[in-house]
C-alpha cells in the first residue's frame, strides 16, 4: 500500500482560528481527518506531522525517505526562505507535491518565490483546505505513473 506524508510548517496549527478570511475556517484536525479519510477511500496510507520548527521539518523530510512514497508539503513561510528544506527535498529525492492554502501569487511580494517549487513535483495553492486532497490525488497519480 503507498503511504504519504502530510507535512506542515510553522504556525499551520492555528490554522481555523484566526485569519479566517485568509485561510478558511477549516482547523488542522479538520484537514488531517479530511486527508486520512480520503486515503481510506483510495486505498492508500496517510500520516500527518505538523512543526513550527526547520530543523524538525528537514528531520521529517529525512524520515520520510524508506518509510513513505512521497510527501505533500506546506512548508508555511518556510516556503519562501528556506534553503534548508530545498536541500532536504533534493537530498532525499522524495517526490514533494507544495501546497497551499492561499494563493501566493496574489498576495505580497514576498510570497511569491518559492525555494521548494524547483525541487518539487509541481504545485498545488489557492484552493484553501480542498487543496489537500487535490495535492493528495496529484501526488498518487504523480508515483502511478512513475512506478
Ligand atoms: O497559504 C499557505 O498555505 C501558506 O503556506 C501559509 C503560511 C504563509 O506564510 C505562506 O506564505 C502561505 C502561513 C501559515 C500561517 O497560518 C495561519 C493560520 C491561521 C492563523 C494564523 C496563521
Known amino acids: 500500500m503507498l503511504s504519504v506524508l502530510i507535512l506542515n510548517g510553522p504556525n499551520l496549527n492555528l490554522l481555523g482560528t484566526r485569519q479566517p478570511e485568509i485561510y478558511g475556517h477549516t482547523t488542522l484536525a479538520d484537514v488531517e481527518a479530511m486527508c486520512a479519510a480520503h486515503g481510506q477511500a483510495k486505498g492508500f496510507e496517510v500520516t500527518c506531522a505538523q512543526s513550527n520548527h526547520e530543523g524538525a521539518l528537514v528531520d521529517a523530510i529525512h524520515a520520510a525517505k524508506g518509510t513513505h512514497d512521497g510527501i505533500v508539503l ?20 522524495l517526490p514533494v507535491v507544495e501546497l497551499h492554502l492561499s494563493n501566493i501569487h496574489a498576495r505580497e511580494a514576498f510570497r511569491h518565490h518559492s525555494f521548494i517549487a524547483p525541487v518539487a513535483v509541481g504545485m498545488i495553492c489557492g484552493f484553501g483546505a480542498a487543496g489537500y486532497t487535490l495535492a493528495l490525488d496529484a501526488l498518487l497519480g504523480h508515483l502511478e505513473d512513475t512506478s
Open 74 to 93: 506546506n512548508a508555511g513561510a518556510y516556503t519562501h526562505s528556506s534553503i534548508a528544506l530545498h536541500d532536504a527535498i533534493a537530498g532525499t529525492e
